[in-house]
């Protein structure tokens, strides 16, 4: 596959990667290579990295929890400390081998330390090749609120070896997908057809979709690098899922969601509010709904938890003069950004993902 220009990083796949990043390596006088890995990437992608990686440089492994739970600032005080004492400075690499919480916390350790060393990201995740690989979105959680701290910032390169999804289990496989669904909807049918029958959709194809995916993104994110209208887009669902996701991970009594998991019922409930406010079409809405109930399971929500739900929409990054900002839908690829819901509609809106 070809590897994709993107702002001021280039995305390599596959056997380039490798290539390219001995190159950068070897082009570049880094001091001293720094990798941070989690536990599970620490034995399943961190071998294989390290074999193909050819440099006689220092290399010091850093390893933090997995979790989103453990995206946050106390994760970044312990690595800028683990960085200091190994005698880090300005002309170090640091290399993120993970997924969406080890790239964005990896990078924005990265371009904060000393105010900024260079860093390359190797997502292993679905998600993190589809969403977080392009975009230059480094940052952390504040307590249970989505990426409240953080920077735009590019790695030198993104490097997906598509073989690491090998590793995954199947929930981070659809937690993956969410956001290319999410792609076509945003997109147009073009892309969005080919995931009508998502038992199809297998590996062998996977890569041709990352690709696309990428692209994708890649387009809406060099219009737009600071998110100040097309690039809001890329938010669809997740105005609904980040607050249902932030509401999961805060309560004790809830089993916490999956990134993908809670923007599947954010796209849903989007959807629905895009048929009541904007003339989306309804069996459409009806038509998206079927689509990722039959591979996603029904997220069960009780009374009291709409108005929690609600109450953590004013923390979306998205709003601006005390208004909370959706992204809807007129039609498949036609968004409609900063439109303003009243609650009474939310509320409908889960009483269709629950009817």
Known sequence: MDSI?????????????????????????????????????????????????????????????????????????????????????????MINIGGGVITDLGGFVACTFKRGISYVNVPTTLLSMVDASVGGKTGVDLGHLKNQIGVISNPDLVLIDTSFLDTLPKEQMRSGLAEMLKHGLITGENYWNKFQDLSKLNLDNLDELIHESVIIKRNVVEEDPFENGLRKTLNFGHTLGHAIESYFLSNENKTTLLHGEAIIVGMILASYISTELLGFQKQTTQNIKDLFLSYYDKVTFEDNDYDAIIELLKYDKKNNHGNINFVLLESIGTCKIDCLVDNNVILDAFQFYAS
Do not use: M, Q
């Not at 950068?24 to 941070?36: C, E, M, Q, V, W």
């Not at 994760?75 to 190994?86: A, K, Q, Y």
């Open 5 to 93: 220009k993107a702002n001021d990083s280039i995305v390599h796949f596959n056997e380039t990667c490798y290539n390219n990043i001995n190159e950068h390596i070897k082009s570049n006088n880094f001091s001293k290579i720094f990798i941070l890995v989690d536990e599970n990437t620490h034995e399943h992608c961190l071998p294989k990295f390290l074999n193909r990686l050819e440099t006689d440089k220092i290399i010091e492994i850093i390893e933090i929890e997995s979790g989103e739970i453990n995206k946050n600032i106390d994760t970044c005080v312990g690595v800028w400390n683990t960085l200091s004492e190994l005698d880090a400075d300005r002309k170090s690499l």
